[in-house]
């Protein structure tokens, strides 16, 4: 994921809910978001490359979403993929302390990473470039290829949009539509991060556009509170045009 939005108890009837892009290199095999064949309570859309998930939730009401740590001088060859985090939280059982905790173990294994996590009860995050929080208050939060919160313009404007949009649910048609903006941000506004200025430009935009990469996937999450769930996800083609859509609504299993 190169976005995610998040509202975590900032609305009476849905304790969370998610919005997220995930911008990757269209030639990197995946499989759109359906339950696991070999993980059944795994809700998520799946690297066959790298065998996990980006965002996904499961049947028991746990969240995970992931965003890569951009700073080209810190990655290294033969590391473990990030994916699996997210798929592992989602199918264990440990609690959000207890599985931060084992991130503050294990964390250093892996390239820079971003996570936001949920059990249904507490919202976490941890990052391995030295942040890491929990449980997190209620609040709108935003996460790109920084820490949380940390201002870049997409994060700023999403996290605004957000709050904005929540005012109309159930209606999450807003929802999608704020994940498709574009705009590039003005080069005054933009992170320095270790890549060319012709990327920071083009990885400004919420929705990225390019012929080789660019955001291949949209996802909302709507979270009730009996703990059903809505899980949306679209995909798109090298020039942004939908090419699948898949919804499922989910009642919660207790386990």
Same mark, same amino acid.
């Given at each position: %994921? ?25 030639? =990197? *095999? ?11 309570? #795994? ?9 996990? /998930? ?25 590391? *473990? ?22 991130? &503050? $173990? ?28 929990? *449980? ?21 404007? !999403? ?13 999450? #048609? ?14 005054? =506004?933009?992170? =320095?991060?270790?890549?060319?200025? &012709?990327?920071? $430009? ?25 703990? !059903? %769930?809505?899980? &949306? ?6 020039? !942004?045009? &939908? /090419? !699948? ?11």
């Amino acid at each position: %994921m190169c976005l995610i939005l998040l509202a975590w108890h900032a609305h009476p009837d849905f304790p969370l809910v998610v919005v997220a892009n995930r911008d990757e290199f269209f030639a =990197r *095999p995946s499989a759109p978001a359906d339950f696991w064949p070999d993980r059944p309570d #795994i809700l998520a859309g799946r690297d066959l490359q790298g065998g996990g /998930t980006w965002l996904g939730v499961s049947r028991s009401g746990r969240f995970a979403g992931l965003t890569n740590y951009r700073d080209p001088t810190r990655q290294r060859q033969g590391t *473990p993929s990030r994916g699996k985090l997210v798929g592992d939280f989602l199918d264990g059982d440990m609690s959000g302390a207890e599985y931060r905790q084992e991130l &503050e $173990r294990t964390g250093a294994a892996y390239n820079g990473y971003n996570l936001l996590f949920s059990d249904g009860e507490t919202l976490h995050y941890h990052s391995n470039q030295g942040d890491g929080a929990g *449980p997190l208050p209620p609040s709108v939060y935003g996460l790109s290829n920084h820490l949380l919160d940390t201002p870049w313009p997409k994060v700023a404007q !999403g996290k605004s949009s957000l709050a904005a949009a929540l005012s109309r649910l159930p209606d999450d #048609i807003g929802l999608l539509q704020l994940l498709r903006n574009d705009a590039i941000a003005d080069d005054s =506004r933009l992170p =320095r991060t270790g890549v060319s200025l &012709e990327w920071e $430009r083009l990885l400004s935009a919420a929705f990225v556009r390019s012929p080789a990469y660019g955001t291949r996937s949209s996802t909302v999450i709507l979270m009730r509170k009996d703990g !059903g %769930m809505v899980f &949306e996800e679209v995909t798109y083609d090298a020039s !942004g045009e &939908e /090419t !699948g859509r898949a919804r499922f609504e989910l009642d919660r299993k207790l386990v």
